[in-house]
């Protein structure tokens, strides 16, 4: 257990160093479970996305995107059922205030923060949307509020894409954006965050398949994660139980990976029914019902939602790929992400800082790649440091402009997880890069 404890102070401590994540308003001393992405986060996220895009929206018939507004009208969030049971039961403590989830707490043991026992509450529900106000005049009428989840513009946007588009049951609406949740959380990193990043699709069905459907989901999930490098031997799938079902669902499935604080869910899968779509109609009073083409047949579709938390994939995406490897001069860290996640997919360096002709050679290398790739220049220190400096971030390959090179326009090309060299003709260093 300590060296797992080691691997996720050591995934932090990267991230600081190396700019993947860096602590929320941190001059002003931080804010609690806030986070913010530095510049090799950001790519890493983005990557993260723009494949999930392309796997489960672009590559399929059945599946169109929607990019929803955050703040929506609050019947939405009345209908939905959050406004009454998005809640969380949580305790307090009467000597210092301080709130727990009644579920991660010994009410018996002194109080965590100021070590007073005895002192804590009943459990209360307490809800989880954050609230603001719209104009200057705060109160209940111009009360709105931080989405909770990103599914509900999908349903309530359910008759626009019948009507714009055509789609045909079943056929799935995605959406990628932020989420917020007033959460306590047990600060482990990015892992639970008060705004989150989520990517989910609805996948409207008829009642009858959803059984298979739900099974379909699950598969895909987990192929996706083959894909993304996961180790199967770190995943699971947990049931839910009955008491633990969110408010809108009959059954839901966790895939969750063996992090060093536990087995923790990294995705969720849920048959939401036709709870949402029948409430939307009943209080909006549009009828958001489905019309067979060939039948027509009219009735109220069922949904299954699989989801899949971003900001949390990529904690657990750089858990997996962390690796130390040697000792002494060799040792190492590598980041083995799969080459479409890295921050960068290639590194350019010049042998020399002080020869102009190899700058001049690398530079005009690295602007080319540059238009297709996202590449990283280092002209500082020895080779062997620019190579650890691109490995502990996860670069695929470094690129070394020689003196050879003056001579018969080939490069060393340097193997992140072999380490191996060869040496590599500059007019194939895109496909090359591209075979990755
Ligand atoms: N629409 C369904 C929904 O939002 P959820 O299980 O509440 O379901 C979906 O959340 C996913 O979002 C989770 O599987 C998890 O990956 C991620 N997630 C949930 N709460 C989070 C938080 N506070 N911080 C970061 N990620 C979170």
């Given at each position: 257990?300590?060296?797992?404890?080691?691997?996720?102070e050591k995934v932090v401590a990267l991230c600081k160093r190396r700019?993947?994540?860096?602590?929320?308003?941190?001059?002003?001393?931080?804010?609690?479970?806030?986070?913010?992405?530095?510049?090799?986060?950001?790519?890493?996220?983005?990557?993260?996305?723009?494949?999930?895009?392309?796997?489960?929206?672009?590559?399929?018939?059945?599946?169109?995107?929607?990019?929803?507004?955050?703040?929506?009208?609050?019947?939405?969030?009345?209908?939905?059922?959050?406004?009454?049971?998005?809640?969380?039961?949580?305790?307090?403590?009467?000597?210092?205030?301080?709130?727990?989830?009644?579920?991660?707490?010994?009410?018996?043991?002194?109080?965590?923060?100021?070590?007073?026992?005895?002192?804590?509450?009943?459990?209360?529900?307490?809800?989880?949307?954050?609230?603001?106000?719209?104009?200057?005049?705060?109160?209940?009428?111009?009360?709105?509020?931080?989405?909770?989840?990103?599914?509900?513009?999908?349903?309530?946007?359910?008759?626009?894409?019948?009507?714009?588009?055509?789609?045909?049951?079943?056929?799935?609406?995605?959406?990628?954006?932020?989420?917020?949740?007033?959460?306590?959380?047990?600060?482990?990193?990015?892992?639970?965050?008060?705004?989150?990043?989520?990517?989910?699709?609805?996948?409207?069905?008829?009642?009858?398949?959803?059984?298979?459907?739900?099974?379909?989901?699950?598969?895909?999930?987990?192929?996706?994660?083959?894909?993304?490098?996961?180790?199967?031997?770190?995943?699971?799938?947990?049931?839910?139980?009955?008491?633990?079902?969110?408010?809108?669902?009959?059954?839901?499935?966790?895939?969750?990976?063996?992090?060093?604080?536990?087995?923790?869910?990294?995705?969720?899968?849920?048959?939401?029914?036709?709870?949402?779509?029948?409430?939307?109609?009943?209080?909006?009073?549009?009828?958001?019902?489905?019309?067979?083409?060939?039948?027509?047949?009219?009735?109220?579709?069922?949904?299954?939602?699989?989801?899949?938390?971003?900001?949390?994939?990529?904690?657990?995406?750089?858990?997996?790929?962390?690796?130390?490897?040697?000792?002494?001069?060799?040792?190492?860290?590598?980041?083995?992400?799969?080459?479409?996640?890295?921050?960068?997919?290639?590194?350019?360096?010049?042998?020399?800082?002080?020869?102009?002709?190899?700058?001049?050679?690398?530079?005009?290398?690295?602007?080319?790649?540059?238009?297709?790739?996202?590449?990283?220049?280092?002209?500082?220190?020895?080779?062997?440091?620019?190579?650890?400096?691109?490995?502990?971030?996860?670069?695929?390959?470094?690129?070394?402009?020689?003196?050879?090179?003056?001579?018969?326009?080939?490069?060393?090309?340097?193997?992140?997880?072999?380490?191996?060299?060869?040496?590599?003709?500059?007019?194939?260093?895109?496909?090359?890069?591209?075979?990755?």
């Amino acid at each position: 257990m300590a060296a797992e404890q080691d691997l996720m102070e050591k995934v932090v401590a990267l991230c600081k160093r190396r700019g993947f994540v860096y602590p929320g308003s941190e001059i002003y001393g931080g804010l609690a479970n806030s986070w913010d992405y530095g510049p090799l986060g950001t790519e890493l996220k983005n990557n993260i996305r723009d494949w999930w895009w392309k796997r489960f929206v672009q590559s399929r018939d059945d599946m169109v995107g929607l990019d929803a507004a955050i703040i929506m009208n609050p019947k939405v969030w009345e209908a939905s059922g959050h406004v009454a049971g998005f809640s969380d039961p949580l305790v307090e403590c009467k000597n210092c205030h301080q709130r727990f989830r009644a579920d991660q707490i010994d009410r018996e043991a002194p109080c965590p923060s100021c070590g007073k026992k005895g002192t804590f509450t009943e459990p209360k529900q307490f809800n989880l949307m954050f609230q603001t106000s719209i104009g200057s005049v705060e109160g209940d009428k111009n009360r709105v509020y931080l989405r909770g989840e990103i599914a509900q513009a999908m349903f309530v946007n359910f008759k626009n894409v019948l009507n714009t588009t055509r789609s045909r049951l079943p056929f799935g609406i995605a959406s990628i954006g932020k989420a917020f949740r007033n959460e306590i959380t047990p600060g482990n990193f990015i892992f639970r965050t008060l705004e989150f990043d989520l990517m989910e699709f609805e996948y409207f069905i008829r009642a009858a398949d959803w059984e298979k459907t739900f099974e379909y989901w699950l598969g895909e999930q987990k192929a996706w994660l083959a894909e993304l490098g996961f180790d199967p031997a770190h995943l699971r799938v947990r049931e839910h139980e009955k008491e633990e079902l969110s408010h809108y669902s009959k059954r839901t499935a966790d895939i969750e990976y063996q992090t060093p604080f536990g087995w923790k869910e990294l995705f969720g899968l849920a048959y939401r029914t036709d709870y949402d779509l029948r409430n939307h109609t009943e209080k909006s009073g549009v009828d958001l019902q489905y019309t067979d083409p060939d039948t027509n047949e009219k009735f109220i579709p069922h949904v299954v939602e699989p989801t899949f938390g971003l900001t949390r994939l990529l904690l657990m995406v750089l858990l997996e790929a962390y690796q130390e490897e040697g000792g002494g001069d060799e040792r190492r860290v590598v980041l083995r992400l799969k080459p479409a996640l890295a921050p960068f997919k290639a590194a350019v360096f010049p042998l020399l800082k002080n020869k102009e002709d190899l700058v001049g050679k690398a530079r005009g290398i690295y602007d080319a790649l540059r238009r297709d790739f996202s590449v990283a220049w280092d002209d500082r220190g020895n080779i062997g440091k620019r190579y650890l400096a691109q490995d502990e971030i996860g670069t695929p390959v470094c690129i070394t402009v020689d003196f050879q090179t003056l001579e018969d326009d080939t490069v060393t090309v340097r193997d992140r997880d072999t380490k191996e060299q060869e040496r590599v003709a500059i007019a194939d260093l895109p496909r090359h890069i591209m075979a990755l």
